[in-house]
């Protein structure tokens, strides 16, 4: 048998509903501290982070710009994986070259499968 208050369950009680008042006046307090200062700030710091780094992808770098000692490329499509020593793929194609030209260099002699459309076949890279 259902009690006569069947709903009763959806609303808080006296407690959960302080909880949830104190919860909200904590918040409004921080956001009134938080000063343009402080958000900056915050920014600043966020920025500043190397892994929020926003200049190019390493693989629109050069060869001298790398800063990993072994570089990876591998075909999306046939799963071949091509990994050089940084100093090994200066050395053959010299400081100035991109590792998007170096890696398509290394992948060069084909991808393994085969459509029949030019503009289909080759390897597609990921660059590692």
Known sequence: MASRRAAEWRFPNAKQRRAEEMAQRI???????MSVDDEEAWWAA??????????????????GELRDANLRVECRRCMRV?????????????????????????????????T?????DGCWPDFR
């Not at 918040?27 to 501290?33: D, G, L, S, T, V």
């Not at 966020?46 to 060869?63: E, G, K, N």
């Not at 029949?116 to 289909?120: A, D, M």
Request: charged share 35%.
């Open 27 to 33: 918040r409004a307090a921080q956001r009134e501290r």
């Open 46 to 63: 966020v920025l500043s982070d190397p892994r929020a780094r926003s200049d190019r992808p390493d693989q629109d770098r050069t060869l």
């Open 82 to 114: 091509i990994e050089i020593q940084r100093a090994d793929a200066i050395r053959l194609f010299g400081v100035g070259s991109e590792w998007r030209h170096v890696g398509m260099h290394l992948l060069a002699d084909g991808c393994q499968h085969h």
């Open 116 to 120: 029949g459309r030019h503009e289909e």
